[in-house]
């Protein structure tokens, strides 16, 4: 991999955090809202279903956590492990990818 | 008379401390300590120094623990119950004893063009830099660096990363960057850029913390990679 594309991913990983950084603390102060007087999955889904503002939010939340936790992991799997060649990236892409269909899968899940 | 008790490591890569007992003197730096030993006790111990007034960067060591430069350091700021141990840099190959094999270490400020790439010639005026210029003045918070590798040493990333340019390198690389004569700004940002370059930098900030200049290379560092995300962005990487 290239050095330009390490600093693209250095660039993505910053990126990512300051929009997550937004997203945890909404994230939070929505649990903290939610979990008065009780949490059932029909409160959860009320809020949720048909919902595009919360469909718009989980979908950026998901996306920006497909991209930052697989380039930091890469950084921990090269420093820890020893892990660095390609393989390791591939196997990152991958990671990242599951991710990224699987968190979107939850957010269709509770919209539809 | 009051004694130290000194443990020195003794060997290469392998090896192990030895016992010392070295007189207590007033004012009496580390260095002070390790020569009184090999004058005194041991004449096969081997350790590096020269200017012994903190400027030529030679005599680092770990000394309880801790990189330090040893002509300046003294005894009674780090001795903890009248005991010293004292052992070769970390992150460094041991040639023997205290002396360590700084190659890499300088290998690796010339790979981060480290050098001045200048466009006059010497029948040309001196370039006159105002010393209150936001570049000279991130210049002079760096450029005081005497090579000791105490910060290379220190760094948690060079451990982790054996291709890591280090603190040192990269500080070096920082001052040429904001070195307005330098003509190679674009090539030096492009060899300290990536996993081997400034973006290793986990910000622990050891280097910083350990430095006996009081430079921060943490901040050059970061500097860097404003600086090469920058290019980056602008498509010139």
């Known amino acids: 991999m290239s050095a330009r594309t ?3 991913l250095w660039i993505g990983q910053r990126a990512s955090a300051a929009v997550l950084a937004l997203c945890v603390l909404v994230h939070l102060c929505t649990i903290v809202y939610a979990v008065r007087g009780g949490l059932s999955a029909a409160e959860i889904l ?15 939340f998901v996306f920006a956590v497909a991209v930052h936790v697989p380039i930091g992991l890469r950084a921990i799997l ?6 660095r060649d390609g393989s390791r990236d591939l196997a990152l892409w991958v990671f990242g990818a599951v991710l990224a269909v699987m968190g979107i899968r939850a957010v269709f899940g509770v919209f539809g | 008379m009051t004694t130290l008790k000194v443990r020195i490591w003794r060997g290469t890569e392998s090896g192990d ?11 009496q730096t580390v260095l002070d ?3 009184y030993v090999q004058r005194h006790l041991d004449p096969s111990l081997a350790y590096r120094f020269a200017c012994r007034v903190g400027m030529c960067g030679s005599c680092a060591m770990t000394v309880n623990g801790q990189s330090r430069w040893t002509c300046r350091t003294h005894v009674s700021k780090v001795a903890e119950d009248g005991r010293l141990e004292i052992a070769p840099l970390h992150n460094l190959p041991v040639i023997r004893d205290l002396v360590t094999d700084m190659s890499e270490f300088f290998d690796k400020w ?18 006159s830099i105002s010393p209150a210029s936001a570049e000279r003045q991130q210049v002079d918070a760096a450029i005081e660096c005497i090579g000791c590798g105490v910060c290379y040493s220190a760094c948690d ?4 990363n054996p291709d890591y340019a280090g603190p040192a390198a990269l500080n070096r690389a920082w001052t040429l960057v904001n070195d307005v004569r330098d003509a190679a700004t674009l090539e030096r940002l492009r060899a300290v850029a990536g996993d081997a370059g400034a973006h290793a930098c986990h910000t622990h900030m050891s280097c910083t913390d350990r430095c006996p200049k009081q430079i921060s290379p943490t901040a050059g560092i970061a500097g860097l990679k404003r600086a090469i995300a920058k290019a980056a962005l602008k498509g010139e990487l």
């Not at chain 1, 009320?46 to 950026?60: D, I, K, P, S």
């Not at chain 2, 050098?115 to 006059?120: L, N």
């Open chain 1, 6 to 8: 390490q600093v693209f």
């Open chain 1, 46 to 60: 009320a809020r949720t279903q048909g919902n595009v503002a919360w469909l718009a939010f989980y979908t950026v």
């Open chain 2, 33 to 35: 300590v390790v020569t």
């Open chain 2, 157 to 160: 990333v060079v451990s982790w």
């Open chain 2, 17 to 27: 401390f030895q016992d010392f007992e070295v007189p207590r003197e007033e004012s």
């Open chain 1, 78 to 83: 090269s420093e820890w492990v020893g892990w």
């Open chain 2, 110 to 127: 010339a790979k981060a063009h480290g050098q001045f790439t200048g466009t006059r010639t010497r029948y040309e005026d001196f370039e």
